[in-house]
T-cell receptor, first 113, second 110 residues
Framework: ETGVTQSPTHLIKTRGQQVTLRCSSQSGHNTVSWYQQALGQGPQFIFQYYREEENGRGNFPPRFSGLQFPNYSSELNVNALELDDSALYLC????????????FGEGSRLTVL | GIQVEQSPPDLILQEGANSTLRCNFSDSVNNLQWFHQNPWGQLINLFYIPSGTKQNGRLSATTVATERYSLLYISSSQTTDSGVYFCAVRMNTGFQKLVFGTGTRLLVSP
């Protein structure tokens, strides 16, 4: 069974740029959610994708957007990067829309200069 | 929104000691998970425990949903247990939003 994988593991961007992070869900899992973890804090929910549609969103602005593909993999896109976007971005997958255990990937660490 | 508080915030132990971490939450939940975050940032699943008691080796967890708390027990601690422990809960919102606690930072010294 393949776990949740994310890419890239580390990246550096400058303010105003755009970034795309990628996630492959655990085998058989059809729901993907994304979290942002700032240094020294717990992860914060960004949004969830199920059946290729966003169906739950946390307190993040529209410049945070995403996609889910037919194979359940997902992308997180962030436009107009700000310094405060520097964080660890975690992807989680689960089997089911609103039940079950979540499993996390190793994360993508983004630094915005 | 729901509040999730963990205690203690920091814990220093000698190898071999036992410890109890606590998670209090302010509303009814239908999912509770405990995670260990390693120094590289990965969240490792410890327990999926919306209610009841579970054990896995030296670790065990108990959730009393009616009283809105969960406990994580670590026995015979090892240096590899060091890291941050998070409790995370999900309300019955219809989607997979986990609300994480403030974390307990554990350091086990040899």
């Amino acid at each position: 069974e393949t776990g949740v994988t994310q890419s890239p593991t580390h990246l550096i961007k400058t303010r105003g740029q755009q970034v795309t992070l990628r996630c492959s869900s655990q085998s058989g899992h059809n729901t993907v959610s994304w979290y942002q973890q700032a240094l020294g804090q717990g992860p914060q929910f960004i949004f969830q994708y199920y059946r290729e549609e966003e169906n739950g969103r946390g307190n993040f602005p529209p410049r945070f957007s995403g996609l889910q593909f037919p194979n359940y993999s997902s992308e997180l896109n962030v436009n107009a990067l700000e310094l405060d976007d520097s964080a660890l971005y975690l992807c989680a997958s689960s089997l089911g829309f609103h039940t079950g255990e979540l499993f996390f990937g190793e994360g993508s660490r983004l630094t915005v200069l | 929104g729901i509040q999730v508080e963990q205690s203690p915030p920091d814990l220093i132990l000698q190898e071999g000691a036992n410890s109890t971490l606590r998670c209090n939450f302010s509303d009814s939940v239908n999912n509770l998970q405990w995670f260990h975050q390693n120094p590289w940032g990965q969240l490792i699943n410890l327990f999926y425990i919306p209610s009841g008691t579970k054990q896995n080796g030296r670790l065990s967890a108990t959730t009393v949903a009616t009283e809105r708390y969960s406990l994580l027990y670590i026995s015979s601690s090892q240096t590899t247990d060091s890291g941050v422990y998070f409790c995370a809960v999900r309300m019955n919102t219809g989607f997979q939003k986990l609300v994480f606690g403030t974390g307990t930072r554990l350091l086990v010294s040899p």
